[in-house]
């Protein structure tokens, strides 16, 4: 089995436009700066929603990490 994806945000990139909360809301919050965060201690969305929360952030700022690596653009097999 492998590991669980860890979502993340690039606090400088983020611009809070709020589409990762609208794909993946038990994930993701806006915090009280207007940028996105990650929800700690939060059920993490499973990981299609992940996947189109990173897809349809306007300026790329969510990465979605698998252990050390940036999976975001897909599984390296």
Do not use: Q, Y
Not at 1 to 26: H, I, K, Q, Y
Not at 56 to 76: F, K, N, Q, Y
Request: glycine share 12%; net charge negative; with cysteine.
């Amino acid at each position: 089995m492998s590991e669980p994806l860890e979502p993340r945000v690039d606090w400088d990139t983020c611009m809070g436009s709020g589409n990762c909360l609208f794909w993946a809301p038990d994930t993701f919050d806006i915090g009280e700066d207007g940028h996105a965060i990650v929800v700690e201690g939060a059920a993490v969305d499973d990981e299609d929603k992940l996947r189109t929360a990173a897809e349809g952030c306007p300026v790329g700022a969510i990465s979605l990490w698998r252990g050390s690596r940036d999976v975001t653009r897909g599984e390296d097999s």
